[in-house]
């Protein structure tokens, strides 16, 4: 069994720089003011035009990001509709493969952070557990141990993965366009959003705002 933390990884080489550029040359057309754009006039544009609501412009310019996070993230994640999505299958993955390391793998829960410091080795059926995070780790040891079992008498991938809880590791890579990632921020990064969720929005919302700040400074992160 491994527990390991959620991730993100950016699937394109972000120019922020280019993609405000295209922006402006797209959203100019609008109103016919190509002659107005110069070398530093596409931050102001885009700036002038999410003030404005005119947000359909963003729609020009997509980014895919990988990430790694538990399956109840995935859940919500996918309720985003203007979106593609590529997820790691149950179906088809065989967890017994030697190119999974022969385990499970587990996404340690965030909102338990100071609750880390036990071996997962200590954990057995028999282990009394001494805080709501090591009952979780017990939990998960026991269904890596019954998934296993239910492969060796025979079961199938996609049938022993009715017993896999929402704590399994799973990868996705998202897609969607910026006016798109601009709505899941806000609603994900946000405080009544689950906290696991707000995790990962809040990894991808940095770097964006990292590499094409204008587009997204007026999103917060919140822990």
């Not at 990884?9 to 405000?20: A, F, S, T, V, Y």
């Not at 790691?88 to 390391?101: A, M, V």
């Not at 009715?162 to 899941?184: A, D, G, Q, Y």
């Amino acid at each position: 069994m491994k527990i390991i933390n959620s991730s993100i990884k950016l699937e394109d080489e972000i120019d922020g720089q280019r993609i405000m550029k295209k922006i402006e040359r797209i959203g100019r057309v609008c109103y016919k003011s190509e002659g107005n754009i110069t070398e530093d006039s596409a931050e102001r544009f885009v700036k002038s035009i999410i003030a404005r609501g005119h947000e359909s412009v963003l729609e020009h310019v997509s980014i895919s990001v990988r990430v790694i996070c538990d399956r109840g993230v995935t859940h919500e994640i996918v309720r985003h509709r203007i979106a593609s999505y590529s997820q790691e299958s149950t179906r088809y993955c065989n967890y017994s493969n030697d190119k999974f390391g022969n385990e499970l793998t587990f996404i340690k829960p965030c909102f338990w952070e100071n609750k880390y410091d036990t071996e997962e080795c200590e954990m057995s059926i028999g282990f009394k557990c001494r805080n709501e995070y090591e009952q979780w780790l017990k939990c998960m040891a026991s269904i890596e141990q019954c998934y296993f079992a239910m492969l060796e008498h025979g079961a199938t991938p996609q049938e022993a993965r009715s017993i896999l809880p929402n704590s399994i590791k799973t990868e996705i890579v998202m897609t969607m366009n910026l006016r798109e990632w601009r709505h899941f921020f806000k609603l994900r990064c946000d405080k009544a959003a689950h906290p696991q969720t707000r995790e990962i929005a809040n990894m991808i919302l940095k770097e964006f705002k990292e590499k094409i700040p204008v587009i997204f400074d007026d999103i917060e992160v919140i822990k």
